[in-house]
C-alpha cells in the first residue's frame, strides 16, 4: 500500500476527542515502623544526576571515600528506577521527595519544569531568567515535616536551579544553585542572599580556579577506557588533560563539566549547615543536596568514557570529606543519609547501533500546517520522543485529532530505532510496562499528539553533540536507590524499588504523614517491619 504524506493527512477536518490521561495511585503499604534509637536531628537525602547504579559495580574496588562508605553502611537497591517515561532532571527530582509520580507533581521535562520570568534571580546580570516551583503540584517531605513542627529548617542546594527547587516542591525555604560564576536563588524565595552565601560568593572561587587543568587521577594506565573516542564532545577537547579558561566569564560557564563543580556545591551545602544550625535542634531537619557534574561529564562524554571513570573517582574523595565533616555537626546515629539519582544515562549511539531518533521533521512539519493552513500557533515541540503542542486548537476548528495522531504515529513507526508509539487513544488502553511508564509521565492536561519507545541504545531528540537520556529503556530508567539508617545493617536488595518510595520511607522513619494520597510505599527493608506478637 502506498504510504500517504504526512502532510496530506493534516488536512482532514473531522472532530475527535482528547483523552485525558489517568493514573492510579497506589496506596501506602501498612507498616509497623521501629525507628531509629535516638532522636533523628538531620535527614540528608544526596541525589547525584545522571548517576547510573552499574556504576557502583563497575569501579566499587577503586572507590575509598564516601560512595566507599554508602556501599559498606547503606541498604543499596541496586534496582532502583524512575519508574516512568521522560527520565530527565526537573521530573526526576520531582518524585524524589513527594512520593509522586510527574503525572502528579506536573513536571514533564526539563523545558516544563521550573523556569519562571517572574520570579527574577536575585543579582543576576544579562539573559539569565528567573525559575520558582510555581508549576509543581502539591506537598514533599518538606511540606509534611512543617507540617508536625512549623520550626523545621531546611536546606536545597545543587549547580542547577530545577534540581534544587523541585526536590523540595512549592516551599518557600532556603534553596540555592549556580548562576554566572555564583550560587543564588530568586525572588521567590527571598530578596537578598544571606549573609553567609554572600561572603562565600565574595570569595570568588572561580577567580582561584581559572586555567585549572583537570588532570587524571591515578596513572592514565589503570583506565581501561579509550581516553580519544572521536564523537566525544562533538569531536573537540576529548583526551586528557582538560583545561579550564584562564577567561573569568568562560571559565565560570565552563566550570559546571568539571569535576570540581561538584566540591563547590558541596562547600556551599556545609557553609549553609553550619550558618543555618541544621541539625543542631530537638526536631528533624533536612538537607537536599543535588551534585550535578555526572549529568554534565555524561553528555559531554559519556558513561563509556575515561572522564566519566576519573570523575568518578573524584567524585568519591571529596564526598568522603563531606560526610566526614557532616558528622562533625551532628553525629552520625543521629542522621540519616539517602542517595540515590534523577535518570541514568545512555552512552554514545556512534560507540554502538548508531542511532538517533529525531522527530523535527514531524514538528516542523506540524507547525508550518497549522500556521499556514489555520493562521494558529500550534506550538509543537518533541522531546525524549513525546511529540506535544497545543492541539486543542485544532479540534476547535475540527481537525480530528486522532487521526492525525494515528497518521503521525504510522509514519515515526517506521522510523530505524522506534520500538512503540502511542497515540492519546492508545496509550489510554495500554497497561503494559512500558504504557505505564509514559502514563506516569504525562501530567492529564497535557496536551499531545504521540509518544515513541525506542530501543535500547537508541538516543531520542538530542543534538549530535551529545549523549543523552530519557527513554524508558533500562539505562535511563535504572538508578540508585540507598539509605544510610541509624542501626539499620547493610545489604544489597535486588528487587526493584522506585523513587517515589524514598520520600515517603522517609516520612515513615521520622515519624511524619503524607499530607496527600502518594504513589510510593514504605520499603520494609529500611523500616523494620515488626515481627509479629
Known sequence: MRRVPLLALLVAPMLSAHPAQAVAQAKPARTAVIPPAKPVRLVMALVLDQFRPDY?????????????K????????????????????????STMLSGRSPASTGILSDNIGSGDPQSALLGATGTAGG??????????????MIARDSATKVLSISIKDRSAILTVGRAKVPTFWYNGGRFTT???????LPPWLFAWNAADPIAKLKGMTWSLSRDAASYPEVDDRPFERGGTDRVFPHLLPDDWAKAA????????????????ALRGVRAMNLGQRNGTDLLALSLSATDYVGHEWGPGSREMHDHLLKLDRWLGVFLDSMATIVPQDQMIVTLTADHGGQ???????????????????????????????LGAGRTDGLLYGDFAMLKARGINVDSLADAVAAEVRAMPGVRKVYTPKTLARDNSLDAMRWKRALPPAQSWLIAASVEEGVVADYGSTSTGHGTTNVADVEVPLMFWVPGLAPARIERHARTVDLGTTLAALIGVKPTEKVEGVILPEIVHRAKPK
Not at 557502583?56 to 566507599?68: H, I, S, V
Open 56 to 68: 557502583l559495580d563497575r569501579w566499587k574496588g577503586e572507590f575509598t571515600g564516601g560512595l566507599a
Open 131 to 144: 525559575a520558582s516551583p510555581r508549576r509543581f503540584i502539591g506537598s514533599t517531605l518538606v511540606d509534611w
Open 70 to 93: 554508602l556501599l559498606a553502611r547503606a541498604v543499596f537497591y541496586r534496582h532502583g528506577e524512575q519508574d516512568r517515561a521522560m527520565t530527565e532532571t526537573a521530573p526526576g527530582h
Open 347 to 377: 552512552d554514545w549511539p556512534e560507540a554502538g547501533k548508531g542511532i538517533r531518533l529525531s522527530l523535527r521533521a514531524q514538528v516542523n512539519a506540524l507547525n508550518a500546517w497549522a500556521k499556514s493552513r489555520w493562521r494558529i500557533d
Open 186 to 192: 530568586s525572588k521567590y524565595y527571598m530578596d537578598s
Open 253 to 268: 560557564s565552563a566550570i559546571v563539566n568539571f569535576p570540581i563543580s561538584d566540591s563547590l556545591t558541596m562547600d556551599v
